[in-house]
């Protein structure tokens, strides 16, 4: 490669240094323009959201999360809202010499009102760069190695925060991630046997809900855990359990589900996941009163339920007059005909479908 010099008093060894400061420049023109501005867009995005910072947040290692959380507009409204405040009279020049905080009257310290946050979570997923400048690709800089680089893509999923404990402790949780990776595993993990299109995403569920059963762990054990914590909790250990992950999974699972079904009798999720998990392990006449007050409080995948009962139990026909029952009345379930189909040619898990393809990486 030719080089042009400015000065004939530049050492021999100029020409490489000025190449190699170019390419320094290039890279960091490269990676820092598309960086700063990704920054700038989430800290201009995040301004309002400093005090939920302490939330905390159950965080997948594979991703990097800003929330987008604001406090909700009733509060704003209702400060808006509040009277106009009487002209005040003219305050006499400010005195060096103020009284002590102890002589201030009680109801003169009025502590801050603690907003409550709503919004969206920002995930950032690597993917791949894309980047105006210098392509240093193209054999300008021979013998030069190519600098690899990642962006990010950016998707959205609503924030969740839940409260902590029962009663007033106004302290929250952010179970944005947790609720998005039970939703995403839920058709393969949920029921026995699970069921997963590959080896790498079913050991990749295993270890991520390893990771999350810990997480939320602390705060399900608390006395006075709320129900919200209690029933994620719940599902958590009961999939682990479908994924054998060991027997404290399934203890934990119908601790946690009884004391949600004790806060919320009437909870129709809480008492298909007790009769479900009863059932699934064994427990079929323990498990059929909550799988039963569940279909009575609407909740369809109860029933299913109850046919996979049936069908363990030797009562086949049973169990095929309550699937094609169900299936005339939801006409829309694509999985009803599936399991009616198992139940026909004689297999005896109606949760051994097809299952789908599912967004679960690798923790990086």
């Known amino acids: 490669m030719k080089t042009t010099t400015l000065s004939t008093s530049v050492s021999p060894k100029a020409p490489a240094l000025a190449t190699l400061t170019a390419v320094a ?27 939920a910072a302490s939330v905390p947040s159950a965080i997948d290692s594979s991703k990097r999360v800003i929330r987008l959380a604001q406090p909700k507009a009733d509060n704003a409204a209702s400060t808006n809202n509040a009277p106009a405040p009487q002209a005040a009279a003219p305050q006499p020049p400010t005195v060096q010499n103020r009284p002590p905080m102890s002589t201030l ?51 959205f999923v609503p924030t969740v925060l839940i409260p902590q404990q029962t009663g007033d402790n106004n302290d929250k949780l952010d179970v944005s991630l947790l609720d998005d990776f039970i939703k995403d595993v839920s058709p393969n993990a949920r029921h026995y046997p699970p069921n997963f299109p590959n080896r790498s995403q079913r050991h990749y569920t ?50 946690y589900v009884d004391r949600a079904i004790k806060i919320q009798p009437d909870s129709g999720e809480a008492n298909f996941l007790y009769g479900m998990m009863l059932s699934e392990g064994g427990g079929f006449k323990e498990g059929q009163k909550y ?45 009803i005909p599936q399991q009616i189909k198992l139940i026909e040619e004689g297999k005896f898990y109606i949760w051994d479908i097809p299952a789908p393809d599912i967004n679960v990486k690798p923790s990086v």
């Open 25 to 51: 420049a290039a890279c960091a023109m490269m990676l820092s323009a598309p960086a700063h501005a990704a920054e700038a867009q989430a800290a201009s995005s995040a301004t309002d959201a400093t005090n």
């Open 105 to 155: 009257q009680p109801q003169d310290v009025r502590p801050p009102a603690t907003p409550e946050f709503t919004g969206t979570t920002r995930v950032y997923d690597p993917g791949p760069m894309n980047a105006t400048g210098i392509d240093l690709r193209s054999g300008q800089l021979t013998n030069i190695p190519t600098p690899q680089a990642q962006l990010s893509d950016v998707s």
């Open 206 to 255: 295993r270890e991520k809900i390893k990771v999350l059963a810990e997480w939320i762990e602390p705060y399900a054990k608390a006395p006075n855990a709320s129900y919200d914590v209690l029933i994620r909790a719940a599902k958590l250990n009961g999939m682990g359990r479908n994924l054998d992950l060991g027997s404290d999974y399934t203890i934990r699972g119908g601790q």
């Open 291 to 335: 799988l039963d007050r569940a279909v009575s409080l609407g909740y369809t995948e109860a029933e299913q339920s109850l046919a996979q009962s049936d069908l363990l139990s030797d009562r086949r026909d049973k169990a095929l007059e309550r699937l094609r029952r169900l299936e005339s009345q939801n006409p829309d379930n694509d999985i």
